[in-house]
């Protein structure tokens, strides 16, 4: 079976059973063999029973389907813990944060109003350090489980990571959005790539974002 395409939807609107701004995505259910049709017209709340029966059948009658790829799935609720990271925050963005490995000043960024303090940090930064550093111990595990080897010297690979804190500020309608740069020397590109998708299902950091926080990740190989 395969999943529908564009083109099939475009034919649904020309048989006039669909309105031509509805917006028709497959998402993947919990079995690999199964799939959601979701139907969204813009234009109104929704459609009505009888032409979203009638798409459904038309796609049913004309479209094959191919199996989704199995997703990783682990329950954070009950898995065992691993490690337990433990920080008190006093002063919000312009405080101070103590862990049990970690004494640092926080300040506001200059971008957001506020001072900008050398020597002090931000929310962003933390989770970009964070996010940078995991994706890059997994990329070197997973790249062993690939029978492939990262480069000896911890200089010729590098994650650059940026993390955009974006939405109105007024409205309190606030989000983040991810940028990753994995720079690699001595590596075919392909092979980087490939270690680079795998990850993505690997850190913990790209599996608890997933779906939630716009991330790009460029590969750079020399």
């Keep these: 079976m395969r999943r529908p395409s564009c083109s099939k939807a475009h034919q649904l609107v020309n048989e006039g059973l669909m309105p031509d701004k509805a917006i028709v995505q497959v998402v993947e259910a919990e079995s690999p063999q199964a799939f959601i049709i979701v139907i969204n017209n813009p234009e109104s709340q929704q459609l009505p029973m009888a032409t979203s029966l009638r798409i459904l059948r038309a ?5 094959r389907f191919t199996p989704l790829p199995q997703r990783r799935y682990l329950d954070t609720a009950t898995a065992p813990s691993l490690y337990s990271a433990h920080c008190k925050v006093v002063g919000a963005r312009t405080g101070h944060v103590e862990g049990d490995d970690l004494n640092i000043d926080l300040t506001m960024s200059k971008a957001l109003g506020g001072p900008g303090e050398r020597g002090k940090t931000n929310p ?3 989770f970009a350090a964070g996010y940078g ?6 990329m070197n595990a997973t790249a062993a489980s690939m029978g492939l ?21 007024k409205k309190l309608d606030l989000g983040l959005r991810v940028g990753l740069v994995v720079k690699v020397k001595g590596m075919k590109k392909e092979d980087v790539e490939k270690i680079v998708e795998k990850t993505k299902t690997v850190c913990p950091y790209s599996r608890a974002t997933a779906g939630n926080v716009a991330t790009s990740i460029e590969v ?3």
């Design 59 to 63: 796609a049913s009658r004309t479209t």
């Design 124 to 126: 962003e930064e933390l």
């Design 133 to 138: 550093a995991c994706f890059q111990s997994a």
């Design 149 to 169: 080897k990262m480069p000896e010297r911890k200089e010729d690979s590098i994650v650059e990571s940026t993390v955009h804190l974006v939405g109105d500020m």
């Design 220 to 222: 750079e190989v020399s």
